[in-house]
């Protein structure tokens, strides 16, 4: 009986990966069509285990699918659509080189259309698996937003992306939704709590667009990115607004208002909820809008513990306070600031904003208005100021968000220089990221000098878990403990004069005592009889000299102080460091080693931004040290 196994890589990793090149033979489509496909539906190229293997034994690295997903794509609708765009593309050519262009017109009123909303439903069955997948989608869409006419771009796509992102803007203000802002380099960084799940994304500054070249950016690529995610956006946008009993698409309530001599009314319309500036029509009016003053903790178990419930009131009431953050304020945003920004994140939490109105239109005040409190300026000094407000740079409105509270507008008044803008969005493990001087400042009130010698020493990295330099490490124990011995000696020398007294009056009381004992025993001898043998009483003076001796143990001794050896710690611990690394499993090691590494280079990141940080320090006290030179000598001529 002859037994046939199987082939070669017709099992396994071989039998379970396929190339593109066969991806593409299978579904009969071009190289264009494959990538919107997999675009699309959420397919990306797998790294197999084993590559020789899923390569059949080719040599050279091949883009590699899973065999299951490409007959996932087989049975996709969208792909006779795509078909038919190939078909459509090539008859409208030949019309064209033909000049038939009765043909021409009659294709293009018959153009086929692509329609993604079943795959949008089928990506994210839920509101909330959208919602937790929505940080790519609006960081894209607000960036398309900003772009202009561009060629391998829809031309209708920027347009539609600029109106679903303020669609979306509008539904954070009215939810209040807004938790952290940031400004850097990139943009402005958000973050909104929605349905209890985090939402980020980052919206560009609004600079004049600069074309790049073909092989930086492939606009062509991206615009298929859009293509979904501008489906996927008006889902979410038409869940959120009836959620929040607003309709959809947005309305204004003074719409009626409107002059009929306006020649485009829906532009107007747009442009005025563009301004984030004007309240939405309600669904349904007699619904009052959702306020909850009143927070409860839903409590399910008597098991559950305290604290934390005690830690999760006060984290809803820090936020409900949050959301009224700038109620009662009324803002006056001069030219020369952004405005979109500051408009969205103002009205998230309350406040009122307004503009110049010959710059654009939704500005409800004037600037000469007395009810004014705040007014934010980007410039050293103006001419016309009014004593009943306050003129603070823009920075104040961020600071103010992420700290949860107004902060006071002395160090953001026109013209000072401003205190450093953190970002809100760090990493809780703050033992493995770097902290600057004044975040460490804002974080713990009793930050002195004294700790930030420790933790700004450059030469100190952590490795393994030890501190490796122990020669730094014993210098500055040392340097700590005598500044804290001149700061507490008068306490030490009171400390043992009590001390030392107690022990003085101990060892009186200890003499009285023997004493005592010595009389009362001496009266029991005398009356006691004479015929007692000489070997009791040697025994009983045996008994005395131990009772002695046990008192004498039973006093208090002065201690004496041992001084702790840096280097024999140091020692110690790395040698049990090192026997309990041992101990780890051998299909355990490769991870362990990697999470070395990382902590490794998170330990070398540190060091270098604390070695730009000292830098920056030193060069800006040389300036210093400048200037006061310069003004000096000019003071005496």
């Not at 943009?187 to 560009?204: C, L």
């Not at 178990?301 to 009224?324: R, V």
């Not at 700790?451 to 500055?476: A, T, W």
């Not at 005592?513 to 009356?527: F, L, P, R, T, V």
């Amino acid at each position: 009986m002859v037994v046939i196994g199987k082939k070669k890589y017709q099992s396994g990793e071989g039998s379970q990966f396929m190339s593109r090149r066969a991806a593409l033979r299978k579904l009969q489509l071009t190289l264009k069509d494959f990538r919107k496909l997999c675009i699309l539906k959420g397919i990306y190229p797998r790294e197999p285990r084993n590559r020789k293997r899923a390569q059949k034994g080719e040599p050279g690295i091949k883009t590699l699918y899973h065999k299951k997903d490409i007959q996932f794509l087989m049975h996709e609708p969208i792909i006779w659509k795509l078909r038919e765009y190939k078909i459509f593309n090539r008859k409208l050519g030949r019309a064209k080189a033909m000049k038939d262009f009765a043909k021409v017109k009659r294709y293009l009123s018959n153009h086929p259309t692509l329609k993604i909303d079943h795959i949008v439903k089928e990506r994210y069955p839920t509101f909330i698996d959208a919602l937790r997948d929505l940080d790519d989608c609006l960081t894209l869409c607000f960036l398309f937003s900003t772009f202009p006419s561009l060629a391998h771009i829809p031309r209708d796509q920027s347009l539609l992306c600029r109106r679903l992102t303020m669609e979306f803007l509008h539904a954070v203000i009215t939810a209040k939704a807004l938790r952290k802002v940031f400004v850097s380099i990139k943009g402005y960084y958000y973050q909104a709590e929605i349905k209890g799940q985090m939402v980020t994304w980052i919206v560009p500054h609004h600079f004049s667009f600069e074309p790049q070249t073909k092989n930086e950016v492939d606009f062509k690529l991206m615009s298929t990115f859009v293509e979904f995610y501008i489906v996927m956006l008006g889902f979410v946008n038409y869940r959120l607004y009836h959620t929040l009993n607003l309709h959809y698409p947005p309305k204004l309530t003074n719409s009626g208002n409107i002059d009929k001599t306006l020649v485009d009314e829906e532009t107007y319309v747009s442009e005025r909820i563009s301004a984030l500036n004007v309240p939405l029509i309600n669904l349904d009016p007699s619904v009052p809008a959702i306020e909850d003053d009143n927070i409860e903790i839903d409590q399910f178990s008597n098991e559950t513990d305290a604290a934390k419930i005690e830690a999760a009131k006060a984290e809803a009431e820090k936020i409900q306070k949050l959301k009224n953050l700038f109620k009662g304020l009324r803002v006056f945003i001069n030219r020369e600031v952004p405005r979109e920004p500051l408009v969205f994140i103002l009205r998230c939490f309350g406040g009122e904003v307004s503009w110049d109105k010959l710059l654009f239109v939704g500005a409800t005040f004037e600037e000469n208005d007395e009810t004014i409190t705040h007014q934010i300026v980007d410039r050293p000094s103006m001419n016309k100021q009014y004593i009943s407000r306050y003129y603070v740079q823009p920075q104040w409105i961020f600071d103010s968000v992420n700290a949860r509270e107004l902060l006071p507008v002395e160090k953001y008044l026109m013209g000072v220089v401003l205190p450093p803008h953190l970002s809100p969005f760090t990493e809780t493990r703050q033992d493995q990221t770097y902290i600057p001087p004044e975040e460490r400042a804002l974080m713990d009130p009793d930050f002195k000098l004294k700790d930030c010698k420790i933790l700004l020493l450059d030469r100190i990295v952590i490795k393994d878990g030890i501190l490796s330099n122990l020669y730094l490490i014993s210098r500055l124990v040392e340097e700590v403990s005598d500044e804290e011995e001149e700061e507490n000696a008068d306490e030490d020398e009171d400390k043992e004069e009590k001390i030392e007294a107690e022990r003085n009056l101990s060892l009186e009381s200890d003499e009285e005592m023997e004493e005592e004992e010595e009389e009362e025993e001496e009266e029991e001898e005398e009356n006691d009889d004479k015929d007692i043998q000489t070997e009791e009483k040697e025994k009983e003076k045996i008994r005395k000299q131990a009772q002695s001796q046990e008192k004498k143990k039973m006093k208090v001794q002065t201690g004496e102080t041992m001084k702790e050896n840096p280097w024999e710690k140091a020692r110690l611990e790395k040698q049990e460091y090192r026997l309990r690394e041992k101990m780890i499993k051998k299909k355990h090691r490769k991870l362990y080693k990697s999470m070395m590494k990382g902590r490794e280079e998170r330990a070398k990141e540190i060091w270098l931004l604390r070695k730009k940080r000292r830098i920056h320090d030193a060069k800006e006290k040389e300036k210093r040290k400048e200037q006061r030179k310069a003004n000096k000598n000019k003071s005496i001529k």
